[in-house]
């Protein structure tokens, strides 16, 4: 089972990036898959939680710093979730990761304000992709 996030660069701040994070080892079917960064000066494990996207409806959550401005699509085809991202501003910058859980009982247990803010309920992390938001 593995999780490849790709997509990251250096963006200007307004501007706009699409990442990637393509499943590989199982389906992405009743699943959570969401998306997490951690901001260079956080040395620590902790990981902001950003958005979530449930499988089995297509539904998604996003956390208030993503409402708005990020949003989270599908390709069942490609077995891939992005993550659409504009307005970037500096303090955006971060290394993004994916990640996904298999869903036990109420998938809103996993989307959900409470699921983003307990990145220990994920499974599988992608390797992350770093985003740098700078003129």
């Known amino acids: 089972v593995q999780l490849q996030a790709s997509g990251g660069g250096l963006v200007q701040p307004g501007g706009s990036l699409r990442l990637s994070c393509a499943a590989s080892g199982f389906t992405l079917d009743d699943v959570v898959i969401a998306w997490f960064r951690q901001a260079p000066e956080n040395t620590g494990d902790w990981r902001e939680g950003?958005?979530?996207?449930?499988?089995?409806?297509?539904?998604?959550y996003y956390a208030d710093s993503a409402k708005g401005r990020f949003a989270m699509s599908r390709d069942s085809a490609k077995n891939t979730v992005y993550l659409q991202m504009n307005s970037l501003k500096p303090e955006d910058t971060a290394v993004y990761y994916c990640?996904?859980?298999?869903?036990?009982?109420?998938?809103?247990?996993?989307?959900?304000?409470?699921?983003?803010?307990?990145?220990?309920?994920?499974?599988?992390w992608g390797q992350g992709t770093l985003v740098t938001v700078s003129s």
């Open positions: 990640a996904a859980t298999r869903v036990a009982g109420d998938p809103d247990y996993y989307c959900s304000g409470f699921g983003l803010n307990h990145q220990a309920l994920y499974d599988y």
């Open positions: 950003l958005s979530c996207f449930k499988t089995e409806d297509g539904s998604t």
